[in-house]
């Protein structure tokens, strides 16, 4: 797992409302959920299936983190 990645991605989608909003409301995690999580490997791994699940939210957080879609893909 690409620690590094996940959690720029994780940031990537954090920061966009529409991506955060469906995230949280998908994953069921909270916002002090996150916080207090993000550097845990199952929150890692659901942001990026997240934006596998949905290939045009991947394709824009990976060109926002200047990465292939694959690479990011491939961060879990």
């Not at 690409?2 to 990537?12: I, M, S, T, Y």
């Amino acid at each position: 797992m690409d620690q590094v990645l996940a959690l720029q991605a994780l940031a990537a989608v954090i920061a966009d409302d529409r991506l955060r909003d469906r995230f949280m409301a998908l994953t069921g995690y909270d916002a002090a959920t996150l916080r207090a999580r993000a550097a845990e490997t199952d929150v890692q791994r659901a942001v990026i299936a997240f934006l596998g699940a949905h290939e045009p939210d991947l394709i824009d957080v990976a060109s926002r983190l200047n990465v292939s879609p694959q690479t990011l893909a491939a961060a879990a």
